[in-house]
């Protein structure tokens, strides 16, 4: 399936399609950007907090980005790579705990919207059996009045064909399409995530961290798995015991002991 006009963005009709207390105030869709972080972050740097709810799609990206700075690729019109630009407290802000809460409204979006049941892989990615359909990246900028700047960017594959993915990644890559029986609507998933996220705020998800953290468990596999993280210039492997919003995920050492890592700065390799 290609992505023909059928299946472009329109920023109007997802508009009108929300009733948002926050997120989707401003829906924007351009046909190409750097990256849609970026962009967000350089609106608020020059609007302030008035564009607190914004939210900008790219039809492509030509430098999107994962996290620690990997390379998010997707063919024009292929995929939703898009960016939701909120304005929060400093002082209460936990960029980990966002990056979780938008990794359990992406799988719910995705079940809701398609026949595909995704499950969560910490720290930040979206997958079905073994392959990556979807990633986040948070990142933050400081505002002033004690504030902060918060752009929480999702790229999910949608229309992609195994020919698209690079052939690095092309075995761990997966998109709706190459799993969902009926057809893929892009915009319908659009709409779908971002009322879930704006209903996950306005039940304050983030401030019951316990509640979150179940949440996430429900949709994972990882609690128990074996993994091997990288932090910064070292690696470390053991067996996952729980995950929390704001310390991070607990390891059982191969080699004894336990230890905490934060999301924000820990690769996951294996």
Same mark, same amino acid.
């Given at each position: 399936?290609?992505?023909?006009?059928?299946?472009?963005?329109?920023?109007?009709?997802?508009?009108?399609?929300?009733?948002?207390?926050?997120?989707?105030? %401003?829906?924007? !869709? @351009?046909?190409? *950007?750097?990256?849609?972080?970026?962009?967000?972050?350089?609106?608020?740097? %020059?609007?302030?907090?008035?564009?607190?709810?914004?939210?900008?799609?790219?039809?492509?990206?030509?430098?999107?980005?994962?996290?620690?700075?990997?390379?998010?690729? #997707?063919?024009?019109?292929?995929?939703? %790579?898009?960016?939701?630009?909120?304005?929060?407290?400093?002082? &209460?802000?936990?960029?980990?705990?966002?990056?979780?809460?938008?990794?359990?409204?992406?799988?719910?979006?995705?079940?809701?919207?398609?026949?595909?049941?995704?499950?969560?892989?910490?720290?930040?990615? !979206?997958?079905?059996?073994?392959?990556?359909?979807?990633?986040?990246?948070?990142?933050?900028? &400081? *505002?002033?009045?004690?504030?902060?700047?918060?752009? +929480?960017?999702?790229?999910?594959? #949608?229309?992609?064909?195994?020919?698209?993915?690079?052939?690095?990644?092309?075995?761990?890559?997966?998109?709706?399409?190459?799993?969902?029986?009926?057809?893929?609507?892009?915009?319908?998933?659009?709409?779908?995530?971002?009322?879930?996220?704006?209903?996950?705020?306005?039940?304050?998800?983030?401030?019951?961290?316990?509640? *979150?953290?179940?949440?996430?468990?429900?949709?994972?596999?990882?609690?128990?798995?074996?993994?091997?993280?990288? @932090?910064?210039?070292?690696?470390?492997?053991?067996?996952?015991?729980?995950?929390?919003?704001?310390?991070?995920?607990?390891?059982?050492?191969?080699?004894?002991?336990?230890?905490?890592?934060?999301? +924000? @700065? &820990?690769?996951?390799?294996?």
């Amino acid at each position: 399936m290609s992505a023909d006009e059928s299946h472009q963005l329109n920023a109007e009709a997802l508009r009108a399609a929300l009733s948002p207390q926050r997120v989707g105030r %401003t829906v924007q !869709v @351009y046909g190409e *950007l750097d990256s849609t972080n970026t962009f967000v972050l350089n609106v608020v740097a %020059t609007r302030g907090a008035a564009v607190d709810g914004l939210v900008v799609f790219a039809e492509r990206q030509t430098a999107g980005r994962g996290r620690l700075g990997r390379q998010w690729e #997707c063919p024009m019109g292929a995929g939703l %790579t898009f960016s939701i630009l909120l304005v929060e407290d400093a002082a &209460t802000l936990s960029a980990s705990a966002w990056m979780m809460l938008a990794g359990v409204v992406t799988v719910r979006a995705v079940s809701a919207a398609t026949d595909v049941e995704p499950a969560l892989r910490w720290p930040n990615d !979206v997958y079905v059996d073994g392959r990556k359909l979807a990633g986040i990246l948070v990142e933050g900028r &400081t *505002l002033a009045n004690g504030k902060v700047a918060l752009a +929480i960017g999702i790229g999910i594959n #949608c229309l992609q064909q195994p020919g698209h993915f690079s052939p690095d990644v092309r075995d761990r890559a997966v998109s709706l399409d190459m799993l969902s029986a009926t057809a893929v609507d892009r915009q319908r998933l659009a709409v779908q995530l971002l009322r879930e996220l704006d209903a996950a705020i306005a039940r304050h998800d983030l401030q019951d961290e316990q509640a *979150l953290a179940e949440s996430w468990r429900s949709h994972s596999v990882d609690v128990g798995a074996h993994v091997t993280l990288q @932090y910064q210039s070292d690696s470390f492997s053991g067996r996952i015991l729980d995950v929390h919003p704001r310390e991070g995920l607990l390891l059982q050492l191969d080699d004894g002991g336990r230890r905490l890592f934060d999301p +924000i @700065y &820990t690769s996951r390799i294996a």
